[in-house]
């Protein structure tokens, strides 16, 4: 029998990883077979291919965990003839909405596959519970209703690996509602009727492939577990990190990898153990292994409690700090719209031959709004001012509407050159920012330490200085961990990136450019590096430019080395 190890998508179907990602899952359960209840109890697919280096596998909870999100997903290991087309690693994609490609799932694969060699010209997949015919001449995907076509491609990949015996569990079954126990020893496998289904031997023309994929795939295939970017974990909220246990052990001698290599791919011990099968446990241990064990290190998880003591800890106690600072801001008295107007701007007697850029009409015209009832009369539609640092002129009456429709912090900023006067302030939602120090070094940066971020927001009511006053806002994502080199640069970065935190320029309310949904918390202009040990998304490690870029950014947002004097 042929393993197929498949993850479950939004919609509840089984997508399959690669035979590659199969056999490096098969592979790394031997070895803990052989290596009895020390030995590790998580993967990292990253070994077997870079493009999921964001993913791990919980083995005892059958979950896939993903490091930067913390979404969680089902896996499972399901068994199928050897001499079905997964014998010879032939899937079938077909085209989804994101440009990509979505793997069938493997029956229908196989369906096809099996009507591909029979010569046939179309392969009909009602009896799957799909409205479609499959053209094989063509390589589309028909819909019976609509006529809507997709294109299908056939793919080659390296076999699936063939059953070798019980590689989950060397004592009891596993008692979690994703697997049975299997009275051949083969491991945990649903038992729906999709395993039975059985197909002749493929063996049609070969295709060539480069390291498991054809020329020209890209990681966006459906492979990957996330073709965009994925959901958070729903309501789960972290009052404080994880962090290791004191009874954390550390195995004698250095950390060793397993004593065997297969397709170049050396398997390293993440040794990970823990009570239970909740999802908040297998994603707290699915974090700390990545964080601490996925470069080897020998790290020994008996749980994975909320506590406060262990190698990820607190710099200096600076989350209590940073919220207690934010709170101190909100206190400052605020000032009258029109105050602001005149404190950073001036009249000018003689009015420039040129456009307003706010209302587009001629300065020499009367400005495109009405004098609001509060103002006084100091403030008329003819009225131009200049900006007192950068020279750039508007009317008055536009640039208090544009300081009205915004936070009303008693900043201005120049809607030419973007200068900021005063303090800029944002609208970000209540939340906590936590930082601890991590051991680990960061690709590119192995000279230091590596700083966390963690930021929680919880979901809650939009304010007046958000879009929509009153209605909820979604957090998906959260919390979200970020990564600072722990070298002098990484620290002042750390600290402006406090500032901006205070002053709420971290996040915003508006619409996801990645999902497009709206009323949901968004990340405001100030790129963060999500990934630890690769940089898969670009938002990761190694990366040289980052620490200066992300400085310019904090700067535009008036965060300069300025505030931390």
Not at 3 to 10: L, P
Request: net charge positive; glycine share 8%; hydrophobic share 30%.
């Amino acid at each position: 029998m042929a393993v197929v190890w498949e993850w479950q998508d939004d919609l509840g179907y089984w997508r399959p990883y690669t035979g590659q990602v199969s056999s490096y899952i098969e592979q790394c359960l031997q070895h803990q077979r052989g290596a009895g209840p020390a030995s590790s109890s998580s993967i990292c697919l990253a070994q077997a291919d870079p493009s999921l280096s964001a993913y791990i596998i919980d083995i005892p909870n059958l979950k896939q965990f993903r490091q930067d999100t913390g979404k969680m997903r089902a896996v499972r290991r399901s068994l199928f003839p050897q001499s079905s087309a997964l014998g010879s690693g032939v899937l079938w994609e077909w085209a989804n909405d994101e440009g990509g490609w979505t793997a069938y799932e493997i029956r229908t694969s196989i369906l096809l596959e099996h009507s591909y060699q029979a010569g046939q010209a179309t392969a009909d997949l009602s009896p799957h519970g799909y409205n479609y015919i499959v053209d094989l001449t063509a390589l589309q995907q028909v819909n019976k209703a609509t006529s809507y076509r997709r294109h299908v491609r056939r793919q080659g990949s390296m076999p699936y690996p063939l059953a070798s015996g019980s590689v989950i569990h060397s004592g009891p079954a596993c008692s979690c509602h994703q697997c049975l126990s299997n009275s051949s020893a083969a491991g945990p496998m649903l038992s729906r009727s999709r395993h039975s289904f059985t197909v002749g031997q493929a063996y049609g023309p070969s295709l060539q492939t480069q390291h498991g994929r054809l020329p020209g795939t890209s990681s966006s295939s459906a492979y990957s577990p996330y073709p965009r970017r994925p959901l958070s974990m729903g309501s789960l909220l972290w009052n404080g990190p994880w962090s290791t246990p004191t009874s954390v052990a550390h195995p004698p001698g250095p950390p060793q990898a397993f004593g065997h290599h297969a397709n170049g791919l050396s398997i390293p011990t993440i040794p990970l153990h823990m009570s239970g099968s909740s999802s908040v446990n297998s994603a707290l241990a699915g974090m700390a292994s990545i964080l601490m064990s996925a470069a080897g290190l020998g790290v020994r998880f008996l749980t994975a409690p909320f506590s406060q003591s262990g190698s990820s800890r607190p710099t200096n106690g600076q989350p209590s700090s940073v919220k207690r600072a934010k709170r101190q801001s909100r206190t400052a008295p605020a000032q009258k719209p029109e105050e602001v107007i005149k404190k950073y701007m001036e009249e000018v007697p003689v009015v420039p031959d040129e456009d307003c850029i706010i209302c587009m009409e001629r300065l020499s015209c009367p400005s495109g709004y009405e004098v609001p009832a509060e103002c006084s009369q100091s403030l008329q539609p003819n009225t131009v001012g200049k900006l007192t640092k950068c020279g750039h002129t508007f009317h008055m009456l536009c640039m208090l509407a544009m300081y009205n429709n915004g936070t009303k912090d008693g900043s201005l900023q120049c809607p030419s050159c973007k200068t900021i006067y005063g303090e800029k302030t944002g609208t970000q939602p209540k939340g906590k920012m936590e930082i601890y120090s991590i051991p680990q070094s960061l690709p590119g940066h192995p000279d230091c330490g590596t700083i966390q971020i963690i930021y929680n927001i919880p979901p809650g009511i939009q304010g007046p200085e958000h879009p929509n006053p009153g209605q909820p806002y979604s957090c998906r994502g959260f919390p979200r961990f970020c990564f600072l080199p722990d070298n002098d640069k990484g620290r002042k970065v750390l600290e402006l990136l406090k500032v901006a935190w205070t002053r709420r320029l971290i996040f915003t309310v508006g619409t996801s450019s990645t999902t497009g949904e709206p009323d949901t918390v968004i990340w405001n202009e100030i790129h963060h590096k999500t990934e630890m040990m690769s940089n898969v998304s670009g938002h990761g490690y190694p990366d040289p430019n980052y620490l200066d870029n992300v400085l310019s950014e904090l700067a535009s947002q008036g965060v300069t080395e300025d505030c931390l004097k």
